[in-house]
């Protein structure tokens, strides 16, 4: 029998080892390459060797002010669009779990934004942000009177921020509002209904029963957001290239300027910053 149960664990290793191997292909090999560049300096001659010199590129980018103004739009625009994509999420779903007539229609609806072509999406709002003709600055200054003259709100590199949130929340809400209402539907109603004969309110039912539930959905959610917030690019770029957050930074340092090895110093602090986040947010949900 031992006999037996040895050779299922070593077939076992065997069936895994092509997992693990593509995992390591496809994953570490990249991470360890990344480090490899970020100590070295790239030679853009592929007949010449590359120089090794250490964590120069680390001290360049932690002393560079460049670096830290990316990294504050990085905060700020991860921290704004994570938040605001779970709140409305969290209002939408909370709204369409009740029933009514083309309550299916609407949810079919709501995903749109999520399933457009980003591309399309970003010329989209470039023209909805028009400084002309645009339709935001029409009902923001001519018909609201908000604000006292039209804005670039594309080019600007005062306001281009805000456009890139406001974007990037209408776009990417329709997750947050999949997930947290299949969560919603798994509440039994059973809850609410001895709620309801105790007396509570709807504030009481939602701060003691749905919110209790949903915890763990939004704790995933906020985890995920972060992670590929504090990554996005596409949809930064296609829109604004005023909007300098890390990710744009690293290109405009690896293909503007060739500067390969700060790039990948940039990407290995980036890694070790979200990856600490990780760990730090885990933690704390696991405690709440």
Not at 1 to 9: G, H, L, P, R, S
Not at 150 to 169: C, T
Not at 210 to 222: D, Q, S
Request: glycine content about 6%; proline content about 5%.
């Amino acid at each position: 029998m031992e006999i037996k149960t040895d050779q299922e664990a070593k077939l076992g290793y065997w069936l895994i080892l092509p997992t693990v191997l593509a995992i390591g292909g496809l994953i570490l090999y990249p991470v360890i390459y990344n480090l490899w560049l970020s100590l070295h300096k790239v030679n853009m001659n592929p007949t010449q060797p590359n120089t090794f010199i250490g964590i120069k590129h680390f001290i360049e980018i932690l002393t560079d002010v460049d670096f830290w103004t990316a990294f504050r739009t990085s905060i700020l625009f991860t921290s704004t669009t994570v938040v605001g994509t779970t709140l409305l999420g969290l209002g939408v779903a909370i709204l369409l779990n009740r029933k009514f007539p083309g309550r299916s229609l609407i949810r079919g609806i709501i995903l749109l934004p999520y399933v457009t072509p980003v591309i399309s999406a970003a010329f989209g709002w470039k023209y909805l942000f028009n400084p002309v003709f645009g339709m935001f600055n029409y009902i923001m200054v001519d018909v609201l009177s908000l604000m006292p003259q039209h804005i670039n709100w594309i080019e600007s590199p005062r306001y281009a921020i805000f456009a890139v949130i406001i974007f990037n929340i209408w776009r990417n809400f329709p997750f947050a509002f999949l997930m947290i209402l299949a969560e919603l539907q798994s509440i039994s109603g059973t809850l609410y209904e001895a709620a309801e004969v105790d007396g509570a309110t709807g504030w009481q039912k939602f701060k003691h029963i749905t919110l209790p539930e949903l915890k763990f959905v939004i704790g995933a959610l906020v985890i995920l957001r972060t992670i590929w917030n504090f990554y996005k690019f596409s949809e930064i770029y296609l829109l604004s290239s005023s909007v300098e957050v890390l990710p744009v930074y690293i290109y405009e340092k690896a293909f503007a300027t060739y500067s390969f090895g700060e790039a990948a110093a940039i990407s290995a602090i980036l890694f070790v910053f979200v990856f600490g986040f990780i760990l730090f947010y885990v933690r704390k949900v696991l405690e709440w």
